[in-house]
Nanobody, 120 residues
Framework: QVQLVESGGGLVQAGGSLRLSCAAS????????MGWYRQAPGKQRELVAT???????NYADSVKGRFTISRDNAKNTVYLQMNSLKPEDTAVYYC??????????????WGQGTQVTVSS
């Protein structure tokens, strides 16, 4: 089993910043991709940003230039630095990671989610 624990959410005014963290733990052999997704009330979960083990990043158009994803492979941790936040960024943010528990045992795990609320 692989557990993902997120932290760093909260309430911030428009234009402010927050930094989310997500640490993976368990019997991890390797982690491939890590990423952040979000789900606003009444909407489907959507991709925010992803990062590969080699550091290749991908962002949703709505957050490009404002959000930065990074990871610390030694700590099995992924971060999301969110700047210039807008009310439309309000959502529950979920961490995701995929990889292997053993050589033949893949995993694809989600965190429990952390609330980000941006007031206007």
């Amino acid at each position: 089993q692989v557990q993902l624990v997120e932290s760093g959410g909260g309430l911030v005014q428009a234009g402010g910043s927050l930094r989310l963290s997500c640490a993976a733990s368990g019997s991890i052999f390797s982690i491939n991709g890590m990423g952040w997704y979000r789900q606003a009330p009444g909407k489907q979960r959507e991709l925010v940003a992803t990062i590969t083990s080699g550091g290749y990043t991908n962002y949703a158009d709505s957050v490009k230039g404002r959000f930065t994803i990074s990871r610390d492979n030694a700590k099995n941790t992924v971060y999301l630095q969110m700047n210039s936040l807008k009310p439309e960024d309000t959502a529950v943010y979920y961490c995701n990671a995929d990889g292997r528990i053993g050589l033949m045992s893949p995993f694809d795990s989600w965190g429990q989610g952390t609330q980000v609320t941006v007031s206007s």
